[in-house]
């Protein structure tokens, strides 16, 4: 037990090593939209779902998505990228300056934001909609433009920091990293002390010489795969160009299931490993089909068969190609994520690192890519020793994934599992206002919804129980506001409260679906949801939310407003009127409604 509680002060020292270092991070930023809806019934049009959108979540993804993590686990994330002029580009800013990044992205009027908008149900994804490719490039002044916030930043985070920054590269083919840009980070890499590259055409990246590139299975395989065709002379250059000329009518075989020096039992070499099924092609490899015999999936330039791999471990494969990974990208260290399976890292030592990941379902894992990241360049540019490196990147891929939507590792967060000084306190349901303001804007850089309702709270009975589950399941994070006893009195009359505020607030914060309970003093909560500006205000009642006096407050700040059903019956006054009935004349009250009373 001493050992492991040194080594997580070990592992410890090193996040808080890394606090305020300086990263530029450069490529593909994109907006991810997740929209959360109720389904009951089909259409008759067609055998599909007919859907009630519920709620809503913009998150920064891609490279914006790397610099909202470098951010929130305390690096000081500066983003270069191109951006649309459109809707999708501004929720992409709001995102970047919620979580602390330096937006430095560069306006591309015309050429659309970026967005995968995935439609989900019951916690599965129905479908995702993809909006932006390759074919929108940059033209002239967009590229020079990008250099020249490329030049600045760099400059700008080393008077900052008073040191050479971090560059991370995120080229996901979507045309923000051009030749042009590529040739100029090339031409500049010593004005960066650590490089971190994450590309799915690693081929394209020929003289960087980067200190990590992080990989997929499937994108190391596309890697081997060229090299398979393209091998260098010996003596030649390490880096690979495009082969001449990608087969146009068919694709190539790799082998990728022998170790090297010879072919394993009950292997021939011909034979190829599972591509991860996640993984997504090159934006020059067109789209990955199914072959008629259903058993081989293939994209331009690879093939991979879905049955050969069967009894072979990705992880072992990986293991026995890191000396050549290294070789082809130059890199100090590869790290090959293999999603559920974890990731192989390999160094300059030649042994390699394995780490474990937990399997969760696919729509918890979308940016876990981004934390792993983020957290492994953090590590390294702290001069960490790659042992420590890949386990902390592990670690914060590992606990992002605990729901569902984009992953966003926070410095806290890491603190909390390392068990150690600096992370969250032991969690508080009560809390005050200036402490309520700071946890909410923790979980809004996290990407989180806010839900935020107010009441009285008199008597808690089963209809505020209903009414704060429903109120939960619309968002993230629900904060009850309750009235002071002196408020309740102006609001309901001299004869109430029935329960101090001490006692109402406790019985709130021992119900699993609240989160945080505040008190105010006011008669209206609209202070309080200035401070809060959620995402979601919710009301009791059966009236349509125009007749919530704080509609038009909640929608000046940016939330919608929901009033929820009510349980007949199942009123704070009906309760009180049912007690006196038993000692004493009930007083006539006709509020039978479950709304916060």
């Known amino acids: 037990m001493a050992g492991g509680a040194a080594e997580q002060r070990r592992l410890a020292a090193v996040v808080q090593g890394w606090l305020g270092r300086p990263v530029l991070v450069v490529g593909d930023a994109m907006l991810d939209d997740w929209r959360f809806a109720e389904s009951d019934r089909l259409c008759r049009e067609a055998p599909a779902p007919v859907l009630t959108l519920r709620r809503r979540i913009s998150a920064a993804g891609g490279a914006a998505n790397t610099a909202v993590n470098v951010a929130t686990l305390g690096g000081r994330a500066v983003l270069v990228a191109p951006v649309g002029a459109d809707v999708a580009g501004d929720e992409l800013h709001d995102c970047l300056d919620r979580a602390g990044v330096w937006d430095r992205t560069v306006n591309q009027p015309g050429r659309p934001t970026p967005v995968k908008r995935r439609m989900l149900a019951g916690n599965q994804i129905l479908l995702r909609e993809d909006s932006g490719d390759a074919d929108d490039a940059l033209d002239d002044d967009g590229v020079a433009r990008l250099l020249t916030a490329l030049d600045c930043a760099t400059e700008e985070l080393r008077a900052a920091g008073g040191e050479a920054p971090t560059l991370v590269v995120c080229d996901y083919g979507l045309g923000a990293l051009p030749a042009a840009v590529r040739a100029w980070l090339v031409a500049h890499r010593e004005r960066y002390a650590t490089v971190a590259l994450d590309a799915h055409d690693l081929a394209d990246w020929r003289g960087l010489a980067p200190t990590v590139v992080t990989p997929s299975f499937a994108e190391a395989t596309r890697l081997l795969a060229r090299a398979a065709g393209a091998r260098p002379a010996p003596g030649a250059g390490l880096h690979l160009d495009h082969p001449d000329g990608d087969p146009t009518d068919g694709p190539s075989e790799l082998t990728v299931g022998v170790a090297p020096g010879g072919v394993g039992p009950h292997q021939d070499a011909h034979r190829s490993v599972e591509a991860d099924p996640t993984d997504e092609p090159t934006a020059g490899e067109g789209r990955v089909a199914m072959t008629g015999d259903g058993l081989t999936v293939t994209g331009t330039g690879v093939t991979v068969n879905a049955t050969v791999g069967e009894g072979v471990d990705r992880a072992v494969l990986a293991e026995s190609r890191l000396a050549e990974l290294r070789a082809h990208t130059g890199a100090d260290v590869v790290a090959v994520t293999l999603d559920t399976d974890g990731a192989v890292v390999g160094g300059a030592d030649g042994e390699p690192r394995r780490s474990h990941s937990t399997p969760v379902p696919a729509s918890h894992a979308v940016g876990a890519g981004d934390a792993y990241l983020a957290a492994m360049t953090l590590a390294l540019a702290a001069d960490a020793p790659l042992p420590t490196a890949a386990q902390l990147a592990q670690l914060a891929a590992t606990i992002t994934v605990s729901d569902t939507g984009t992953c966003v590792c926070r410095r806290e967060d890491l603190l909390v599992a390392l068990d150690a000084p600096g992370g969250r306190a032991e969690h508080r349901a009560l809390v005050g206002t200036d402490e309520l303001a700071t946890i909410v804007a923790e979980h809004r850089r996290a990407g989180r919804a806010i839900v935020f309702t107010n009441g009285c709270f008199d008597v808690l009975h089963r209809g505020h129980v209903r009414y704060l589950e429903q109120a939960r399941a619309l968002g993230d994070l629900l904060v009850v506001a309750v009235n002071s006893d002196g408020?309740?009195?102006?609001?309901?009359?001299?004869?109430?409260?029935?329960?101090?505020?001490?006692?109402?607030?406790?019985?709130?914060?021992?119900?699993?679906?609240?989160?945080?309970?505040?008190?105010?003093?006011?008669?209206?909560?609209?202070?309080?949801?200035?401070?809060?500006?959620?995402?979601?205000?919710?009301?009791?009642?059966?009236?349509?939310?125009?007749?919530?006096?704080?509609?038009?407050?909640?929608?000046?700040?940016?939330?919608?407003?929901?009033?929820?059903?009510?349980?007949?019956?199942?009123?704070?006054?009906?309760?009180?009127?049912?007690?006196?009935?038993?000692?004493?004349e009930p007083q006539e009250d006709t509020s039978l409604t479950s709304k916060p009373s």
């Open 487 to 584: 408020s309740v009195r102006r609001l309901k009359g001299p004869d109430r409260p029935v329960n101090p505020v001490e006692d109402r607030i406790a019985l709130l914060a021992a119900l699993a679906c609240v989160d945080h309970v505040v008190v105010f003093e006011e008669d209206s909560p609209a202070g309080l949801i200035e401070t809060v500006r959620p995402d979601v205000y919710v009301k009791g009642g059966d009236y349509p939310p125009e007749m919530v006096p704080e509609a038009p407050l909640v929608r000046r700040l940016g939330g919608q407003v929901r009033t929820l059903g009510y349980v007949p019956d199942r009123s704070t006054s009906a309760i009180i009127d049912r007690i006196r009935a038993h000692g004493q």
